[in-house]
Each structure stands twice: as C-alpha cells, then as structure tokens.
T-cell receptor, first 113, second 116 residues
Framework: GDSVTQMEGPVTLSEEAFLTINCTYTATGYPSLFWYVQYPGEGLQLLLKATKADDKGSNKGFEATYRKETTSFHLEKGSVQVSDSAVYFCAPYSGGSNYKLTFGKGTLLTVNP | NAGVTQTPKFRILKIGQSMTLQCTQDMNHNYMYWYRQDPGMGLKLIYYSVGAGITDKGEVPNGYNVSRSTTEDFPLRLELAAPSQTSVYFC???????????????FGPGTRLTVL
C-alpha cells in the first residue's frame, strides 16, 4: 500500500522566513499528491494538490512540485506569516475503488512574530 | 453549504459506556470516512463508505461500528468505550468520481473524545 514520510517537526521559524517541509512517498502507479493543513482546533483542509508528474500545486503562497523521479512532494513558501502556524500533512492517493488517502504523521509549524 | 458537520464537539465517557458520533454532509458526496487522530500519529482510517448501504473497514476498525442509511449521514458507534479510544475523531467526505477532481476529501471540525 501507499506510504509517506514527512519531515519531523516541530519546525519553528520567524516571520518572513523561508519554509520547506519535505515529503517522500511510495505508491503504486501515478498517484495524486496532496498537502492538507490543520489550523489549531480545526479539521483538515486541502492546501494544494498535484495530479501528474512535474505539476506544481499552489495556494496561499505555498507551492509543491510533483517529482516522480525522486518520489517527492516538498512543500515550500517564500515568506511565512504567523497565521501559517498549523500542522501540515502530506498524502498520496493511488486511486482505486475506495479513494483512501494515506496521511503522513504531520509537521507542526510555529511562526513567531 | 455547511460542508461536513460533526456533533458533539467534546465528550467525556466512562469505561464501558456507549455513544454515537454524528456526521452529516450536504455536498451530495458518495464517499465518507471516519478517522481518528492521536497526538503525533497522524490520521488513521477507521471505516469508510462508498455509498448508502455500503461500508468497509479501514486500518483500525476494532471497537467501532458504522452505518450508512442515507447519502448525507455516516454515524460512528462506540459500543464499549475503552481508554484506548481517547482521541480526536474526524469525519470526511469526497465526491468519489472516477476523475481526479473527485478525490479531494473535505473534513469536519472533529469530535474530541475522552474515555476515563
């Protein structure tokens, strides 16, 4: 089955710093790749996705590029804000009849003013 | 659209008690899921459903039951609560179509359950 390895947290940055959260995956075929974000006290919400190799997903200043050759989907943001403090989850999806996502353990990001 | 709603938000149970966690979605999604989130452990799939009347086990189904009598509702039942079931429970739904656009999952706000 699918599996994912995420950079271990917690990650603490100052406002306007550059962010990278590493994610590598194993999956069958050509999975879709997702980043979900969980703000304090809330459920998960989709941050961005990419559905094929070399695609770049982007949203709210975050970007991630689908790298099939390295099976990676690293999340980046050029200048983080305090409001970006959250837990970030990487998740591959290989398709099939049950549409089950496989989530990483999550990376806690704290951004200080 | 309210999206995915869950009730209650918080609950404390005693060992051996039973309860039902409610989940409703108003997006006409075919697929629904129950996850539990333990600290530092990510999300584990408990049960899922691909449509009304059809349910299947996920990774950690022991101690739980589900039913799906309508497209909108997917309740999760704990029959004999145990301390190991202390967790945050999330319900999610997705369109579940054959196209890639259907695979995004939408999550409810969660239920924080403590078993003492």
């Amino acid at each position: 089955g699918d599996s994912v390895t995420q950079m271990e947290g917690p990650v603490t940055l100052s406002e306007e710093a550059f962010l990278t959260i590493n994610c590598t995956y194993t999956a069958t075929g050509y999975p879709s790749l997702f980043w979900y974000v969980q703000y304090p006290g809330e459920g998960l919400q989709l941050l961005l996705k990419a559905t094929k190799a070399d695609d770049k997903g982007s949203n709210k200043g975050f970007e991630a590029t689908y790298r099939k050759e390295t099976t990676s989907f690293h999340l980046e943001k050029g200048s983080v804000q305090v409001s970006d403090s959250a837990v970030y989850f990487c998740a591959p999806y290989s398709g099939g009849s049950n549409y089950k996502l496989t989530f990483g353990k999550g990376t806690l990001l704290t951004v200080n003013p | 659209n309210a999206g995915v709603t869950q009730t209650p938000k918080f609950r404390i149970l005693k060992i051996g008690q039973s309860m039902t966690l409610q989940c409703t979605q108003d997006m006409n999604h075919n697929y629904m899921y129950w996850y539990r989130q333990d600290p530092g452990m990510g999300l584990k799939l408990i049960y899922y459903s691909v449509g009304a009347g059809i349910t299947d086990k996920g990774e950690v189904p022991n101690g739980y039951n589900v039913s799906r009598s309508t497209t909108e509702d997917f309740p999760l039942r704990l029959e004999l609560a145990a301390p190991s079931q202390t967790s945050v429970y999330f319900c999610a739904s997705s369109l579940g179509s054959s196209g890639r656009a259907g695979d995004t999952q939408y999550f409810g706000p969660g239920t924080r359950l403590t078993v003492l």
